[in-house]
């Protein structure tokens, strides 16, 4: 009985630490159901980015001689709660950890931001590689997101092929199953 209220303080001092180290802990039952994690899942970092989205003017699929601003990649900076840098996300989707540790994904559902914004998002992870802080993950949301939706600017005939970069930011929040 003792050993199990010692291991119970342990789980819940290195959860606190972990919420202290990687940011805030997120309520997922406050957030749009579209973009909530399945039961079983436990927040393991919270990371706040800052970086572009690129769109190109490309002409639309399936639709001869119409043209829009098509989402090409993202590039961003990963920082932890005292705004140091931890890792960086760019195209893949791609959230590579300072420790070389990284994790891509496939987007499972979004549901809309703020006006302006891009999108909140759902990603099923896919397993990681190497050693450290991303191994586990299963689960990463995009919340608290401004800006990055693609240029007003003209796209045309004459303007395809043009590249646009957009400023943005979003919180990650990555998941392990509950243990």
């Known amino acids: 009985m003792k050993r199990t209220a010692i291991l119970t303080s342990l789980t819940a001092l290195s959860t606190l630490a972990a919420c202290g180290l990687y940011g805030q802990m997120v309520d997922n039952s ?3 159901e579209p973009v909530r994690v399945p ?3 436990m927040q393991s970092m919270f990371t706040s980015a800052v970086g572009e989205l690129t769109y190109e003017c490309r002409e639309k699929k399936d639709m ?3 043209y829009e601003w098509a989402f090409v990649g993202p590039m961003a900076t990963l920082r932890n709660r005292a705004g140091e ?3 960086t996300y760019y195209a893949g989707p791609t959230w590579e950890s300072l420790d070389g540790s990284k994790v891509t994904g496939k987007q499972q559902a979004v549901a809309p931001g703020m006006a302006g914004a891009i999108p909140l998002q759902l990603v099923k992870a896919n ?3 190497g050693q450290g802080a991303m191994v586990g993950t299963s689960y990463i949301q995009r919340l608290n997101t401004k800006g990055g939706v693609a240029p007003t600017l003209a796209c045309g005939m004459g303007e395809k092929g043009q ?3 957009v400023a943005y930011s979003a919180d990650y929040v ?3 199953p509950a243990m």
């Open 174 to 176: 990555f998941y392990k």
């Open 85 to 87: 840098k931890v890792g």
């Open 39 to 41: 039961a079983g899942q």
């Open 127 to 129: 397993p990681a590689t």
């Open 30 to 32: 406050s957030l749009p």
């Open 64 to 66: 001869a001689g119409a």
């Open 163 to 165: 590249r646009q970069t």
